[in-house]
């Protein structure tokens, strides 16, 4: 039972980290499945249902990044902006940490935005299109860690 409760635990950080930069929510859901697999000679289930759980996985971290992308572009982001975001997401993240995964997209686009020649309002619609897209994918990846532990939790009890 203990074991029972430590993939509880585990896929219960799992689902809060998808909601949580810098935190990796669906894989943790996925590495409680392996555990108990393993400890388990995975009796419960096999191979098939862990397949299932890394395209939901994969589905989650995919969709995630897609939807920020998507959140830029339909406020106006040009191809450099969204590269801008991107940039600005990953050194803002090595300097600031966790903050910078959530303050770097915006200061990304709106910085290169701004260097292609727009206008400071339509740089900052662009930088708020990167958050909305942020939140949107964190949404779509919660859901899916839900379904994910769902499946596991069906499983195991």
Request: charged content about 10%.
């Amino acid at each position: 039972m203990i074991i029972e409760i430590m993939v509880t635990i585990l896929s219960a950080l799992g689902v809060l980290g998808t909601l949580v930069p810098a935190v990796p929510g669906t894989p943790l859901i996925l590495l409680g499945a392996l555990i108990y697999g393993f400890i388990s000679k995975f009796a419960i289930y096999g191979w098939g249902f862990i397949g299932i759980l890394v395209l939901l996985s994969i589905l989650a971290e995919g969709l995630d990044y897609l939807a920020s992308v998507l959140g830029a572009k339909y406020f106006g982001a040009s191809k450099f902006g969204v590269i801008g975001a991107i940039c600005g997401g990953i050194l803002a993240t090595i300097f600031l940490g966790p903050v910078g995964l959530v303050i770097g997209p915006l200061l990304g686009a709106i910085t290169v935005e701004l260097l292609k020649g727009k206008k400071f309002e339509e740089a900052l619609k662009v930088g708020v299109g990167t958050i909305v897209g942020n939140i949107s994918g964190s949404i779509i990846s919660f859901l899916i860690a839900i379904l994910m532990t769902t499946l596991l939790l069906v499983k195991i009890f």
